[in-house]
């Protein structure tokens, strides 16, 4: 890393890792997940221990996001992370001011070390050596022994500690392959409530995986990419006729065409596509079309192309000259553009390998990749020892691809056991994931009760404004924009989405408005008398809910909660500036917010203390 004239070490994203922060947010984390489970409970302080040992040997994690006036670039972070228990979906939107500025996280659960990372900081590969060395290091202090190896000697042989960026040492002009554009068949299905996440494990014998793609003549990759193809010409399409192409996203590890031990980002996408024109095709009419399009994309040519096409656009003057906030809007397009021609993502991480004197501990090894509104199902694929494992995110409340998909395979001569997180169903639930799913009927009695308090409300402040009536009929609005804002949380309630943020914009934006209006009007005063205390107190009621319906992340809405209890005294100082003069509903929504905030910190215990912490670094 180079220093700042503060002495700070920073380096620049490389040339992939650069789109990650500008389209990153909780709708499309770009996070994945690679774990190991191993054949004894995990002790999470020898786990904290071996994280602590761990990170200093690997630069490329000990980082934290910067915003510079053109680029972000990553800066060394002097903290230390802290491992959690697994308490939420895999995959998940990683704020950094929740996790001591870093971009990646450790969890575990039962017998699983779970390594998460934003992929701005590394790819595949980089995350399964960083997890390898913290797995040898937790075997090492567990065991008692003294470890005779370096950490960096203790990864793979085929990658060092180094971060650079191997996309521009590695560009030269060729003909450049730009990205398509053109919409792809994308997937549609019944969304799970919340932010719950279907996790579909299929396991299966490496051996018999590739006597099928033999009988084909083909790879694993161009197997497994040909049956998902399939599957979704089965199951969705049935066999018609589509206007659009299915479009399967493969990732591609650069290191096996160049020379490059990175431990950044190293990898390109290639686009493989099938456009069903509404004849009975076969699986090998479909797998010979497959094959002949990963022939023709992956070669180090069409690789050289890409790379040609990603680094050029970086380098250009005019490009560079840019300030962040209009590349922002620029990549944010231009990405979601390009993201329209994908029906769904299949990685294949490729075989993983331990140290033998760490074989016999180590039972298997998972790849989850994080889903996207516009791919909300993916696919992950990762092998150790003789067994491949198969898995599938998903947001969806039906599992009719997956089903489809492993069921092709044991057609072919390839048994599958499966395993899921228990969502949407318990089906083939094996213990190995927390279980966070909502009580479908209890979610519908406290809506009902928040409904309940919503007309309640609306009733006081309907007789609030008759009592107090000096010609303006503030409470029709307030009534209204309540109204809204329950159909939000009813509708949201049955879709993916983060009610917490949606909330406090709701608020903000609501207490703004309250105030327009009222100036619009001639002021009256009515907006700091009434609106926004009844706003405050809405608000209070919502986070509540939210809090008892999703008890097990209650975490994700404790920010949101202490952001109210800051707005709540905002009208404490319109009354100390003398604007409020009728101060009864200010004083009782920030008492009643106060208390609220008091009695989940007292009933939240040390996971209240714990989270501050994490916020606060206090």
């Keep these: 890393m180079k220093r700042s004239p503060q ?8 040339n992939t890792a650069k789109i990650f922060p500008v389209i990153a947010s909780k709708s499309l984390s770009s996070v994945f997940r690679i774990s190991a489970t191993l054949k004894e409970e995990i002790d999470p302080g020898t786990l904290q221990t071996a994280l602590e040992e761990v990170l200093p040997e690997f630069e490329g994690f000990s980082v934290r996001l910067g915003r510079g006036f053109f680029w972000y670039y990553f800066e060394h972070n002097k903290r230390m992370p802290v491992i ?20 990646f996280r ?9 390594l998460e990372v934003f992929h701005a900081v590394t790819d595949g590969l980089g995350a399964v050596n960083f997890l390898k060395a913290l797995v040898y290091r937790y075997l090492d202090l567990k065991k008692g022994w003294k470890s005779e190896h370096n950490f960096s000697q203790k990864i793979s042989p085929d990658i060092s500690m180094n971060v650079e960026d191997s996309y521009v040492r590695n560009y030269k002009k ?75 996203s493969i990732p591609i590890n650069l290191r096996t065409f160049f020379d490059s031990k990175t431990m950044a980002n190293f990898f390109a996408v290639t686009l493989i596509e099938y456009l069903s024109d509404g004849k009975d095709h076969t699986f ?9 399009q990963m022939d023709h994309n992956i070669t180090k040519e069409r690789m050289e192309e890409v790379i040609s096409y990603n680094v050029s ?14 590349k922002w809007g620029a990549i944010n ?26 074989r016999e501990d180590v039972e298997r090894f998972h790849m989850l990749i994080g889903v996207s509104n516009r791919q909300p199902v993916k696919c992950a694929v990762c092998s150790y020892g003789g067994e491949v494992v198969v898995t599938f995110t998903s947001v969806f409340q039906d599992t009719r691809l997956q089903d489809r998909f492993f069921a092709f395979l044991q057609s072919e001569g390839v048994p599958v056991k499966t395993e899921s997180n228990g969502v949407p169903e318990k089906r083939d639930d094996k213990g190995m994931y927390p279980q966070i799913r909502y009580d479908q009927e209890k979610m519908k009695q406290i809506a009902n009760v928040f409904y309940g308090l919503m007309i309640f409300m609306s009733f006081i402040l309907g007789i609030i404004n008759y009592a107090t009536y000096s010609g303006s009929m503030w409470s029709v609005i307030a009534i209204g924009l309540m109204a809204y804002a329950v159909i939000t949380v009813r509708y949201s309630l049955l879709h993916h989405s983060n009610l917490g943020a949606k909330l406090l914009m709701q608020t903000a934006a609501a207490e703004a408005l309250w105030v327009a209006i009222d100036y619009s009007n001639g002021y009256s005063g009515w907006s700091v008398n009434y609106g926004i205390p009844s706003t405050i107190l809405f608000a209070d009621l919502s986070v509540v809910f939210l809090i008892l319906v999703n008890r097990m992340n209650w975490q994700s809405y404790f920010m949101y909660q202490i952001a109210i209890t800051v707005f709540s005294f905002i009208p404490l100082i319109f009354w100390a500036a003398g604007l409020i003069t009728r101060p009864p509903l200010t004083i009782v929504a920030v008492t009643l917010t106060v208390i609220l905030l008091a009695v989940t910190i007292l009933l939240g215990d040390r996971s209240v203390k714990n989270e501050l912490k994490r916020r606060f670094h206090i």
């Design 7 to 14: 002495g700070e070490r920073w380096r620049r994203l490389d």
């Design 84 to 103: 959690e228990r697994e308490t939420t979906y895999p995959c998940k939107y990683i704020d950094p001011r929740s996790s001591h500025q870093f971009l």
């Design 106 to 114: 450790v969890s575990y659960y039962d017998r699983r070390i779970n």
């Design 174 to 248: 060729t003909e450049k392959r730009k990205y398509s554009s053109k919409s792809a068949y994308h997937i549609k299905g019944e969304p799970l409530p919340l932010d719950e996440e279907n996790i579909l494990h299929g396991y299966m014998g490496l051996k018999e995986l590739k006597e099928a793609g033999k009988r084909y003549n083909v790879s694993i990759t161009k197997f497994l990419t040909a049956a998902l193809i399939w599957s979704i010409y089965e199951e969705f399409l049935e066999k018609k006729a589509s206007h659009a192409p299915i479009g399967i």
């Design 284 to 292: 090998p009419e479909i797998l010979k079309t497959v094959s002949s």
């Design 313 to 326: 656009n970086e380098k250009k003057w005019y490009l560079r000259v840019v300030p962040l906030f209009v």
């Design 333 to 358: 397009y231009v990405f979601r553009k390009n993201d329209k021609a994908y029906t769904m993502t299949l990685s294949n991480i490729g075989p993983i390998d331990v140290l033998e004197e760490y």
